[in-house]
């Protein structure tokens, strides 16, 4: 399956991971979004179910395990080149999570895992639709 440059919009899924009054973020190690913050998440494999996506994704970013609890949203990122060309076009399914255990540890895709508070998120240039399902996962679990 070609990320960039698809023949098909790709699925995905996206972990807003909330423990106490933090969220678990990821830095980015490969494009699209390279190098920025961002939740744990990534492309469904054959064969697998969305929650189960969910698990092993944020488990090979971060080393947390986690729960997934409640449906958060479905977004859209379609990006294009300079060109106007389709570079990425993704379905993203984005769930609320609970940690289960683990410390947080970047690995697989991500160049860095940490736990930051709502305030923190709020100090970060986040993609719009990443800040606003982080804000609703906060929500949900007041």
């Known amino acids: 399956m ?9 699925l995905g899924v996206g972990a807003v991971v909330i423990d106490g ?3 678990l ?7 699209p979004l390279l190098g920025e913050w961002s939740i744990p998440g990534g492309a469904v494999e054959l064969g697998e179910t969305v929650r ?17 609890a409640e449906l958060l949203g479905v977004f859209d990122r379609v990006l294009r080149d300079d060109q106007g060309k389709l570079r990425y076009h993704y379905i993203l399914i984005d ?3 609970r940690r289960v255990f683990g410390e947080a540890k970047a690995s697989g895709d991500a160049d860095d895992a940490l736990w ?3 305030e923190e998120v709020n100090k970060l240039s986040l993609a719009k639709d990443t800040a ?3 804000r609703l996962g906060f929500e949900k679990t007041e």
């Open 52 to 68: 189960e996506a969910v698990v092993r994704e944020v488990l090979e970013e971060t080393g947390v395990a986690v729960e997934v």
């Open 21 to 23: 009054d933090r969220v």
């Open 95 to 97: 769930f609320l999570c």
């Open 116 to 118: 930051f508070s709502i």
């Open 25 to 31: 973020l990821i830095k980015r190690g490969r494009a």
């Open 2 to 10: 070609r990320r960039e440059y698809p023949d098909t919009p790709i």
């Open 132 to 134: 606003e399902v982080i």
